[in-house]
């Protein structure tokens, strides 16, 4: 099983500020990584797929890259909607494994 | 618009069995492999199973092989998870969420969720 580590765990910013969150794979996942947005008592929504394409409707102040094992998403300037959890996601091996999340809060 | 809708969530004693459905409209649902996720209270994401857009091919976590079994009905749009030997363990939120592509594992769409509590 591949184990996705995402750090850090929290990052505390103020809106305007750059986020950058990290995901780094157990073996390499090539570029088969994607993240997710979750907020309180909602589901996950898809943000960035196969490490830099995003997906439909998502703004371009989130972004992707990487390849291999070590993985970042960065939003440029934050959005008082941004402050939310971060999972990034592997599909390069079953089973489909997340990493363990990263808190954006609001500092 | 794409909706997935879940149910059958609630409370079960430890052993006991439940099945959870999941109501898909706003898409050609025979189209598209589907999996179920779940998120256990205050913790992360685990992805559970997968079932091809025409059900011959299912894929499970080590977790639950076994125990859980994936299946559809595509002529009433509707995926299911039935749960069997419950464990405190599988105390969860279970998400059904769908391929961008199908067989991609990019879950383009996800339900809102039902809450599963194991608890005697």
């Known amino acids: 099983e591949i184990v996705l580590t995402q750090s850090p765990a929290t990052l505390s910013l103020s809106p305007g500020e750059r986020a950058t969150l990290s995901c780094r794979a157990s073996q390499s996942v090539s570029r088969f990584l994607a993240w997710y947005q979750q907020k309180p008592g909602q589901a996950p929504r898809l943000l960035i797929y196969?490490?830099?394409n995003r997906a439909t409707g998502i703004p371009a102040r989130f972004s992707g890259s990487g390849s291999g094992t070590d993985f970042t998403l960065t939003i440029s300037s934050l959005e008082p909607a941004d402050f939310a959890v971060y999972y990034c996601?592997?599909?390069?091996?079953?089973?489909?494994?997340f990493g363990g999340g990263t808190k954006v809060e609001i500092k | 618009e794409v909706q997935l809708l879940e149910s059958g969530g609630g409370l079960v004693q430890p052993g006991g069995s439940l099945r959870l459905s999941c109501a898909a409209s706003g898409f050609t649902f025979d189209k598209f492999a589907v999996n179920w996720v779940r998120q256990a209270p205050g913790k992360g994401l685990e992805w559970l199973s997968v079932?091809?857009?025409?059900?011959?091919?299912?894929y499970y976590a080590d977790s639950v092989k076994g125990r859980f079994t994936i299946s559809r009905d595509n002529s009433k749009n509707t995926l299911y998870l039935q749960m069997n030997s419950l464990r405190a363990e599988d105390t969860a939120v279970y998400y059904c969420?769908?391929?961008?592509?199908?067989?991609?594992?990019?879950?383009?769409?996800w339900g809102q969720g039902t809450l599963v509590t194991v608890s005697s």
């Open positions: 996601q592997q599909r390069s091996n079953r089973p489909l494994t």
């Open positions: 969420a769908k391929d961008s592509v199908s067989g991609s594992y990019i879950f383009d769409n």
């Open positions: 079932i091809s857009d025409n059900a011959v091919t299912t």
């Open positions: 196969d490490t830099s």
